[in-house]
């Protein structure tokens, strides 16, 4: 599997898509395209395997699936993850003969993308020094009043940065791909010391991903049993992921019902007190 120039170019304008803001808001950008599942399934239709870039993008977003970034600070850049690891990890699956939906395929991916995701960290801070100068430029037009202006610094100049720091690394990375994949098999066979420890650590990188998000979402010990549910759905009824989110999606449905009913049931109890009072000072009234 060879990446032609066309499709590491068009690799690269969706890297820069998924880390601007200004293309539709940081919703589209970074929480949307930037993320590897849905980067899985355009990098898949690229190169003109879907099924391969889906299941990669699947078992690279397993291990970012928590991932944030607070105050700027990045472990890991998603944007370098989806359009430069998940690529090289369909190249190196195709010409090693392993099938991207087995452990090892998915073992290989999340090994390609953990390299390349702390690689795209130098790319990210890169991106927001060169973004410092374009600052510069937009309060220096507040200052002056030419708020027109500011459509350029916020819309116009951050290309010169992604194209630096996100289009050209992607062009070149994606299409110099192959050759590094080759000498990857080359100096490290499948049955080697090294690719087994890849496969090992890259089994179980997705645990650490589930993890950190559990680290944030669960205060008590009530809050594991929805996770616990989903493993008992998916092992017992033999229900996929959709399966699993479809009944996932009907218990959030219940809850939120549940907590308008409580709501109002609270707003009912704080306005009978009220207009109990409003009652009485009528009487006094009266009888004065």
């Known amino acids: 599997m060879e990446i032609s120039w066309l499709q590491a170019a068009l690799l690269g ?15 589209i950008g970074n929480y949307t395209l930037g993320r590897p599942l849905v980067g899985g399934l355009v990098c898949g239709i690229i190169l ?28 890991a850049d998603v944007r370098a993850v989806s359009y430069i690891g998940i690529p090289l990890a369909m190249i190196a699956v195709k010409s090693m003969g392993i099938d991207a939906g087995s452990p090892e395929g998915m073992a ?31 309060w220096k037009a507040v200052e002056q009043g030419d708020f027109h202006k500011l459509y350029m610094v916020d819309m116009g100049l951050p290309w010169i940065s992604h194209i630096i720091c996100s289009f050209l690394p992607t062009l070149i990375m994606c299409k110099m791909g192959a050759p590094m994949v080759e000498l990857i ?3 490290l066979p499948m049955d080697g010391l090294a690719m087994q420890t890849l496969f090992t650590v890259g089994a179980l990188l997705p645990a650490v991903g589930v993890a950190i998000l559990l680290k944030q979402v669960a205060d008590s010990f009530l809050d594991f049993i929805p996770f616990f549910l989903g493993f008992a759905l998916a092992a017992g009824m033999g229900l996929n992921l959709i399966g699993a989110a ?10 939120y019902k549940i907590q308008m009913l409580r709501i109002e049931a609270k707003k009912a109890a704080s306005a009978a007190p009220a207009k109990a009072s409003s009652d009485d000072d009528d009487d006094d009234e009266e009888d004065i």
């Open 13 to 27: 304008f969706f890297a820069c898509l998924a880390s601007m803001p200004g293309m539709g808001g940081t919703v």
């Open 48 to 75: 003109g395997d879907i099924k391969s870039g889906i299941l990669i993008g699947t078992a690279m977003q397993v291990v970012y699936i928590a991932l944030v970034t607070p105050g700027g600070t990045v472990s």
């Open 108 to 138: 290989l991916a999340t090994s390609f993308g953990s390299m390349v995701g702390t690689l795209g960290t130098v790319l990210f801070y890169g991106t927001a020094t060169i973004n410092l100068a374009w600052q510069h430029i937009g």
């Open 185 to 187: 098999k080359v100096y």
């Open 246 to 255: 479809i009944v996932g999606g009907m218990f959030a449905i219940i809850n």
